[in-house]
């Protein structure tokens, strides 16, 4: 009776408004273009941002955009991706680009210019800078171009994702009296974009020239004999998503390599041309890339600003960057000691990049040369370019021991470099394994078994980030060392379980998806809802990168409505509508955004008095629960607890500098500050800001 009144309550709300993920993406990236705006931050810090910006929004167009262009050449009606609905999104984006290259424009060079940081146009080039880059172009580039008339013999080139490309109008006849008016001019990758002019030319300054503005100056004399009457640059995104059968192939390694080289020719679903460029080259190339017009990006500037990463990289000056953080070691961590002696004293957290994730690859160093370590497991999701963790895995192979590393073949942008380290591995004598088919590894774990006397002791590492040195410095994650035997038990029940496929046993202390995470994680909310409706005090604060599974969204709804207090610190996409009805503000949604890439997933639950709380590699995402091998572990440790409570959650809904919340319309404002008891205005507080400071060495 009770549960069918409890029912009838549910059905007096209407159906669940969600919010577009797509949209949610595009606003997430507009918080990122804030920090390009941010005063307090160093001018190249603030075009790096810039070009996150531009790298993020390539990444959203390979993956996310093909539907909603298949949707605009069909005009397909269908209730989520629909011509309507592609409308709002390339809406959203047209206007973020246009901001971004207004920042650009108008804000960021001019500021840096008058640092004597210059990137010198054709028309700004003295005359002995002129000479100079006509030399580089002579002797660099002009080899490497191979400008190609379109005529019937000679159709429309390919042109590669994301490439650098010119069109050109030509007048006059071709060297065989023919009309064709119209060339592409490939630029290969080999090139830099960005040449740094020599200090003689430089005046005491740092001065730089783009490639397409070297090409631009000298492209008539790629024609002779005919007159250059227009021409723009052009870049083509691609649908860049691999998909691969794995139950029709017999290599995955092998297939993927394979569509690797196709990633690079999918489907098109952006065009980018100069701002300039002619309306009868622009519906050409709509033409020959099958394009949609809303799917042409005239933009203000280069085409790929995100190799204005180059600039930020290349020119110098301290007031201009970041002053350098160096990560301290963890204080959990004694030095000099083993870290098997320490773990069987305690779990020790590291929290990064405010901590040192040279202690992880310092705990598999150990592992390596350790005579009475017999086995290392690790799973590989994206490793970056430090081969130190590679080498050590071989280094363990060569001295006897058993490796066994669950290669994660599918990571996004990533498959390349993993091949390659299964490869390297193999080469050795390592196991290598490549997960479950159909489903995604990208679980952080890393297990170690010793020989202890008579017994095999297990000791475990796992963590919210990827086993990547460089990402470490710039992404907030959580990891913990461990010789919990329920644990790294589980670890070892579910390293056997990937590698071998047969039954997962029943877990003591991991949640893990596509098992048991999803399942869990709405029980846990069911039970604060439960308490809530009972009259007892209950609370959830969950930390994650996206929250857009669906069921997880409803019962998050449902238990806000019933009066669970509940406080989401959500990077990116969200959505959940925070004024649903019932909810009357109990649903709380705020990003941070700032010098760091939020990364780490906490998932906090208090009823009454009784603390649960979980790590977790997984956002909450369908994917993320049911396609993918993903990891929760509890922190069990209470002052372990309230370290993470503290650091991860509370300091974050402090935060009045670096957070956005969540508005009923989808969009995103600062938090604004408050007053105090006293009318004064509270004072600055950034959470990053406050933790840098805390661990700074």
């Known amino acids: 009776m009770h549960i069918n009144n409890e029912n009838h309550m549910r059905s007096t709300y209407p159906p669940l408004k969600l919010l577009n993920r797509d949209i949610s993406i595009l606003a997430f990236n507009e918080r990122v273009l804030s920090l390009a705006q941010n005063p307090d931050y160093p001018l190249l810090e603030r075009l790096r941002f810039l070009c996150i910006v531009s790298s993020n929004l390539d990444e959203f167009f390979e993956v996310r955009a093909a539907p909603h262009v298949d949707a605009m050449r069909e005009d397909e009606r269908k209730s989520d991706i629909n011509v309507q609905s592609y409308e709002a999104i390339s809406e959203a984006a047209h206007t973020l680009v246009d901001k971004q290259y207004q920042i650009f424009n108008t804000e960021l060079m001019p500021a840096l210019a008058k640092k004597g940081v210059y990137l010198v146009s054709h028309g700004d080039r003295t005359a002995e800078q002129r000479k100079w880059v006509a030399k580089y172009f002579e002797t660099e580039v002009r080899p490497l171009l191979v400008p190609v008339a379109l005529d019937p013999s000679h159709p429309f080139p390919q042109v590669a994702n994301k490439s650098l490309n010119f069109i050109v109008l030509l007048g006059g006849k071709d060297a065989f009296g023919r009309d064709n008016n119209i060339a592409i001019v490939k630029v290969p990758r080999v090139l830099p974009r960005l040449i740094k002019l020599p200090k003689i030319l430089s005046d005491k300054q740092q001065k730089f020239v783009s490639l397409s503005s070297v090409i631009r100056a000298h492209l008539a004399s790629l024609f002779t004999g005919r007159e250059v009457l227009n021409f723009s640059q052009f870049r083509v995104t691609r649908h860049s998503d691999l998909a691969v059968d794995e139950d029709d192939v017999k290599n995955l390694r092998t297939a993927l390599r394979q569509g690797l080289v196709q990633r690079n020719f999918g489907d098109a679903v952006r065009l980018e041309v100069s701002h300039g460029c002619d309306e009868k080259l622009a519906k050409f190339l709509l033409q020959q890339f099958d394009l949609p017009k809303q799917s042409l990006y005239r933009v203000n500037g280069l085409v ?28 959990q961590l004694v030095s000099g000691q083993s870290f098997f002696t320490q773990l069987k004293q305690r779990d020790i957290l ?3 990049p405010y901590e040192s994730f040279e202690s992880v690859i310092d705990f598999l160093r150990e592992a390596v040369y350790d005579p009475d370590v017999l086995s290392i497991q690790q799973t590989i999701y994206r490793t970056g370019s430090d081969p130190r963790m590679l080498k050590l895995l071989q280094e363990a192979v060569r001295r006897g021991k058993e490796v066994m590393a669950v290669v994660e073949l599918k990571a996004r942008f990533d498959e390349e470099a993993n091949i390659n380290w299964a490869e390297d591995l193999e080469s050795v004598g390592a196991q290598v394994v490549y997960g479950v088919v159909g489903l995604k590894t990208h679980a952080k774990m890393l297990l170690v078994m010793r020989r202890e006397g008579a017994r095999l002791q297990h000791y475990g590492h796992v963590s919210t980030g990827n086993y990547n040195p460089r990402t470490a410095r710039l992404y907030t994650d959580v990891s913990m060392l461990t010789a ?48 809530a409706k009972a009259g007892k005090p209950a ?15 409803q019962a998050l709804v449902n238990a806000g409505r019933a009066g669970v207090e509940i406080d989401l610190i959500l990077r990116g996409a969200c959505i959940l509508p925070v004024d649903a009805p019932g909810l009357d503000g109990r649903i709380r949604v705020r990003s941070i955004i700032g010098r760091l890439l939020e990364h780490s997933r906490v998932f906090y639950f208090k009823v ?32 372990n607890r309230a370290r993470v409570l503290l650091e991860c959650c509370q300091m974050y809904l402090d935060d009045n500098k ?7 319309d ?5 938090r604004p500050p408050v007053l105090t008891q006293s009318k004064a205005k509270e004072a600055e507080f950034s959470a990053q800001q406050q933790l840098l400071k805390k661990y700074e060495n």
């Open 304 to 331: 790929n600003l995100a190799r204005l990463m180059q600039l930020a990289d290349l020119a110098e000056g301290n007031d201009l960057k970041f002053k350098p953080f160096e990560p301290k070691r963890s204080e």
């Open 608 to 639: 009454d008095e009784v603390e649960h709380m979980w790590l977790s590699s997984a956002d909450w995402m369908n994917r993320n629960m049911m396609r993918r091998v993903e990891i929760a572990w509890p922190i069990v440790d209470a002052e």
């Open 539 to 553: 609370r959830i604060i969950l930390k994650m990168n996206a929250l857009t599974d669906v069921a997880l969204v």
């Open 350 to 352: 590291i929290h990064q």
């Open 484 to 531: 919990d035997v329920q644990i790294t038990r589980d670890m070892e029940y579910l390293f056997r379980h990937i590698a071998s496929q047969i039954q997962l046993p029943r877990m003591q202390k991991l949640l893990v998806a596509p098992f048991n995470l999803h399942r869990q994680m709405l029980t846990k909310i069911r039970s604060a809802e439960l308490a």
């Open 658 to 664: 670096d957070a956005w919340l969540l508005n009923a």
């Open 666 to 670: 989808g969009t995103y404002t600062l």
